[in-house]
């Protein structure tokens, strides 16, 4: 499979309906999270992602009225002209829900994008990948790069939360902290269970059988709560099927 080469428009049906298209930008500009490789869906040429951009925009239908942009990296990294086409599309299909992910070190920009899509009447909301509320297992172990222990703050800018579930260390004890801590100050929160990859962190079968047994039946139909078992259980991200 060519990089990049992913099923990058999918429907979510199930708790919060809303379509996602996994877009294409210049790339994550921090990198440095020890358990990714996600980051290697770029290209640096922006002409070349707003073509492939505009194809898969064009899949969307607006039938939910809701729509999430993701691109392995932050909002940030896509060209102005693929953000002009998200709003003109979002006003075509009568989106007012558009949801976005951003790492911390780009807040700054999270008002004069929001400014920016006020003309096209839609509301937006930001993800953030925080995997763990556990100030020092994120930063010494997994790298992310989120400067900030409290999660109040984290929230200013931010409605929506990752967590990372699944690695060594962590405890039934540990994912309930994140998941609360999530559900207290956020409005989602999005559980992703470790899946090995070409990075050297590799997903603890232990840690995700405690998970679940003892936590997923627990949460599963929590309607603020998705969880991926596999990351490309979102319909994005998988390989392309050839005839
Ligand atoms: S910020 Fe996101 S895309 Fe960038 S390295 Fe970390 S997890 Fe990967």
């Known amino acids: 499979m060519a990089i990049g080469d992913f099923e990058r428009y999918s429907v979510i049906t199930e708790k919060n309906p809303r379509e996602i298209v996994l877009l294409r930008g210049t790339g994550c500009k921090w990198r440095r999270c020890t358990f990714c490789d996600y980051h290697l869906d770029y290209c640096k040429d922006e002409q070349a992602n707003f073509e492939l951009n505009k194809k898969e925009l064009a899949k969307v239908t607006g039938r939910f009225g809701s729509l999430e942009v993701i691109n392995s990296g932050s909002f940030v990294d896509l060209d102005d002209a693929t953000m002009q086409l998200i709003g003109e599309t979002c006003q075509l299909h009568h989106i007012h829900e558009l949801r976005f992910e951003c790492h911390w ?4 920009a999270i008002p004069a994008m929001r400014t920016f899509f006020e003309k096209y ?4 909301r930001l993800k953030i990948g925080v995997e763990t509320f556990d100030y020092d297992f994120r ?3 997994l790298k992310k790069g989120l400067d900030e222990k409290d999660p109040q703050i984290i929230a200013r800018q931010f409605q929506e939360v990752c967590l990372l ?3 060594h260390g962590q405890t039934v004890e540990s994912m309930y902290f994140d998941i609360n801590t999530g559900l207290e100050f956020f409005q989602r929160i999005c559980i992703n269970i470790m899946v090995e990859n070409t990075t050297k962190i590799k997903p603890d079968p232990a840690v995700i059988a405690v998970f679940m047994h003892e936590i997923y039946p627990e949460i599963k139909d929590d309607p603020r709560i998705d969880i991926l078992i596999d990351n490309t259980d979102f319909g994005v991200g998988g390989e392309k099927e050839h005839a």
């Open 165 to 167: 579930f699944g690695l």
């Open 121 to 124: 009447k839609v509301q937006v």
């Open 139 to 141: 930063e010494n172990y």
């Open 105 to 108: 070190i780009h807040q700054d």
